[in-house]
């Protein structure tokens, strides 16, 4: 039964696991730009979908999920596909401490409020 009700949600041809069921809109959202934007690189660099997927050793078929946004795609074929069109420069970024806000928020709240000036030693 289960797998009905992922077949009726993803189309007959697609399996997919419940984990992509679950992922959020936003990232839903975020893949399918990712891969919009890769198709667009693809294209004004004037390569046929045939040479990339050749020079990231997948299939045309795997591509074109890629350019889709499919989820299921793992990220090491994505992060290939970004090297092969030369914009693989930008992924040691996506996680780096300095660009999280959110962490150096909790860093700073975890900081102590006040600091104690040290002894000297005749005290």
Do not use: C
């Amino acid at each position: 039964m289960r797998y009905l009700k992922l077949r009726y949600v993803f189309g007959a041809n697609m399996k997919k696991s419940p984990s992509h069921v679950a992922l959020p809109l936003t990232v839903r959202k975020a893949l399918r730009k990712l891969g919009g934007d890769l198709a667009i690189a693809r294209k004004r660099r004037r390569l046929t979908m045939a040479i990339v997927a050749e020079r990231a050793f997948i299939g045309r078929n795997t591509l074109t999920r890629v350019e889709r946004g499919d989820p299921g795609v793992s990220l090491g074929i994505y992060t290939t596909v970004l090297f092969v069109l030369g914009l693989a420069d930008r992924i040691g970024d996506l996680a780096d401490p300095l660009l999280d806000a959110v962490g150096q928020s909790l860093a700073e709240e975890s900081l102590p409020k006040r600091t104690h000036q040290p002894r000297s030693p005749g005290h």
